[in-house]
């Protein structure tokens, strides 16, 4: 593989990460924290995409369009965290998965009713082209923005989390919540907040990845898996292990894909490289997976001490 | 393996006794086989096909094996989930190894249902003997996404495999034979292919059935409420957990061998996640660690879509809901629902 092709797929590794980071950032804490198994959150992302596109649509503007979806789905994240998943925590895994499930039923369903199967969105029209990092590489200016965009929510979630008292006392409900429960904190409002942030970081990625990928009904299955994925290897309730959990599955599954493809031309029929090469990449993200559990059964940064 | 158990119970007959004593209040009259339920399930097997024949109703037998064959893949699902507390998120992983190894034979021209026993069964028990060797050595969460991940490998692995379909999936004109010579018949025929259906699935209840009440069982049970317990008290936890997970591993390949026959098309779908997660959405709904649970299970969801999907093309989204309303109100699942609901009418006579 050249350099400048593996530098552009070190990108884009990055930035399919950090857009897994949005997701796993609330899916961790929800987990870590209330124990609560949530397969709707990719869901989140799907009305996060729908609401962008929808709103480019009445609005025409991409910023504005973002900017509401996220406020829109942030708010939709509070009110099925009041309504409805605050009366699954108390129960078992069992039940938190029927429910869920039923809850990605309705929704994907429901979005379908409100918009149809798949709605068109695309990336605004000043940043189509390429921009030119250094002489002889050329980089997609849409993706730049979805780099930086990631990069500073990133930065600007572990301050929230590590640096400010509201950070503090999700930290010690993921660490201990009887305990942090009983030293005064109140759990159940403060993790309404916590899940209508998930929800909107949800948004994010949805609205920025929808360009790229596509805005359709069913879009939330696969990355959720992948963001459980991201939250084991990191450490339930870590947003530290989310982080590099994310970083880490987002550059295996992107730099996977095209240098397992360069290395199976090598050797195999170009048919049999093109199709054995996506496949055995989304292989490496699980067996990545059970590798770090064999080493760290607990994640890389496990949240509870 | 099986007769450890109760060599271990032989050694303290007073501990072990005393954890059965407790486990039996959970051993309630769900875990063993009505006779009355069992009787209807024979005459309901037999009849139907000339109930619906009768009534003209003859293309509902096809649903009727649908339901009988997801029916198999919960129940089996039901003893790892319910019986031994397993968390299994990857069942589709057998059901789907099921279904390909015998539409892979039928494909290459063996019609045989012999060979295509042999081959679901070597296939999928040894997939769920690595599978189960490796997973079962974590346990809560991680449990739940080791057995996800095994089975996403396996998704993505039948994606690829171009020469067997790859993501198309794969058609197959023939199906299994059953006998050879005059006595020859052929799974093409959809009676036939109920009965084989219906017998395999009163066989799993019933073994299911004697299973909950054997030592064996009642080992599983003692695990599954604390295995640290049990393992101090002597019982091989881990080889017994494994043999209900290669167990149920197999019988979910024998119901994927099933569907291939009954739908003759399998693709990757089957080893999809959501797969996984609507064999456990029948098991939960119909009621974790019962008899009936799985048959319960899968014959309410699918009857629930075919009934709402002849009225609104969004039957997901009103199912969803009846899910919602099943886990907020039947906490027990509909067994345990319908259980409650004889005796509170028992109580009242």
Known sequence: M?????????????????????????????????????????????????????????????????????????????????????????????????????????????????????????????????????????????????????????????????KTRMGALVRAGASNRPMATAMGVNIRALFTLVFGIGAALCAVAGALLGPLLAVQVGMGENILILAFVVIVIGGIGSIRGALVGSILVGCIDTLGRTGLQQVFREFLPPQWASAAGPAIASVAVYVFMAAVLAFRPQGLFPARS | MAARAPEANADRPDVPALKVGAGATAITATTHLDRTLAIVFVIAALALPFILDALGAGYYLSLASRIVIYAIAATSLNLVLGYAGLVSFGHAAFVGLGAYATGILVSEGVVGSGWHLLATVAVTGLAALTIGAISLRTRGVYFIMITLAFAQMLFYLANSVKGYGGDEGLNIKARSVLGFGAFAIDLKNPLALWYVAVAVLGASLLALARFGPSRLGRAVLVLRDDDVRAEALGFPTYRLKLLVFVVAGVLGGVAGALSVNLQGYVSPNVLHWTQSGTLMVMVILGGVATVWGGLVGAATLLLLQEVLAAYTEHWEFWTGWVLLAVVLFARQGLVGLLGSARRSVAERR
């Not at chain 1, 950032?25 to 987990?31: E, K, N, P, R």
């Not at chain 1, 869920?100 to 994907?108: E, S």
């Not at chain 1, 980089?139 to 990631?150: K, N, S």
Request: aromatic share 10%; proline share 3%; no cysteine.
């Open chain 1, 2 to 162: 050249s350099g400048v092709l593996l530098i552009e797929q070190a990108l884009n590794g990055l930035q399919f990460g950090l857009m897994l980071f949005l997701l796993a950032a609330g899916l961790t804490l929800v987990f870590g924290v209330m124990d609560m198994i949530n397969l709707a959150h990719g869901s989140l992302y799907m009305v996060g995409a729908f609401l962008a596109a929808w709103l480019v649509g009445l609005t025409g503007s991409f910023v504005l369009s973002v900017l509401g979806a996220v406020a829109l789905t942030g708010m939709f994240g509070m009110a099925l965290e009041a309504g409805l998943l605050r009366t699954l925590y108390a129960r078992d895994h069992l039940s938190q998965v029927l429910a869920t499930f039923a809850l990605i039923l309705i929704l994907n369903d429901g979005v379908k009713m409100v918009f149809g199967t798949d709605l068109p969105l695309s990336a605004p029209a000043a940043l189509a082209g390429p921009v030119e990092l250094f002489p002889g590489f050329q980089y997609p200016a849409y993706r730049l923005l979805i780099l930086g965009v990631g990069l500073a929510l990133a930065v600007a979630l572990y301050l929230l989390v590590q």
